[in-house]
């Protein structure tokens, strides 16, 4: 089963990182008319929802890693549940990248390939670590795309109404993993992972 189980990752990172990805929800923004922005505010708009972009991405190989080597069939779904509403996080960001005239990361092959060795190795010590790690990464992401609600331009209202049913979704994931016996991370490891989170984003708002 294990050399399936790969096969269906590889394939599943592929599509995440080269096909245009679909969401069974309507797109938050739906029914939202396009604002007038100034060049500055379009591109500070679409340096914040490249990062976003970045950010689910690797939440995607994250939670792929993690699933991956899952030992419990319910952390297994808790996981891929929480990779599952990503992915419709990746299609409102792609969308939105492009409504603002941008491409997404070129760095994103590379984030994601960090991002599935650290979810494997999560997946390694065990389910309760496993799942400390999804929800520190929610409460880290949740509290990115709320500072981004405060820089987003306030006329903005489509790349708004994506970013806060964002956060919503990820302070949810958060809660399920806490539910399922999410371990409470070391001060050092969640350390590492909000700097490890800032290169990233200020990479991606430019590139």
């Known amino acids: 089963m294990f050399p399936d189980s790969l096969i269906v990752e590889f ?3 592929l599509r995440t990182l080269f096909a245009s990805a679909t969401s069974a929800r309507s797109h938050p923004d739906a029914g939202l008319t396009e604002t007038e922005l100034s060049d500055a505010e379009r591109r500070h708009a679409l340096g914040l929802m490249r990062v976003n972009h970045c950010g689910e991405v690797c939440a995607q190989a994250l939670y792929q890693g993690q699933a991956l080597t899952a030992r419990n069939p319910a952390a297994r779904e808790a996981l891929r549940h929480a990779a ?3 992915v419709e996080h990746l299609a409102w960001t792609e969308k939105r990248i492009r409504e603002l005239g941008g491409r997404t ?3 994103n092959p590379l984030w994601y390939t960090g991002s ?4 494997v190795a ?3 010590l065990g389910d309760k670590w496993n799942l400390g790690f999804l929800r520190e990464t ?3 992401v ?3 795309l709320d500072s981004h609600l405060q820089k987003l331009p306030l006329q903005d209202e489509k790349s708004r109404a994506i970013v806060a049913q964002m956060r919503d979704d990820e302070l949810k994931h958060a809660d399920m993993a806490e539910a399922h016996g999410a371990a409470r991370l070391p001060l050092p490891v969640r350390a590492m992972m909000k700097l490890s989170a800032k290169v990233m984003t200020g990479t991606s ?3």
């Open 84 to 86: 599952f509403e990503e």
């Open 142 to 144: 949740g509290a990115h």
């Open 122 to 124: 999560a997946g390694v």
């Open 205 to 207: 708002y430019y590139v």
């Open 138 to 140: 929610e409460h880290q």
């Open 116 to 119: 599935l060795a650290i979810g």
């Open 105 to 107: 990361s070129v760095f």
């Open 11 to 13: 394939d599943r990172g």
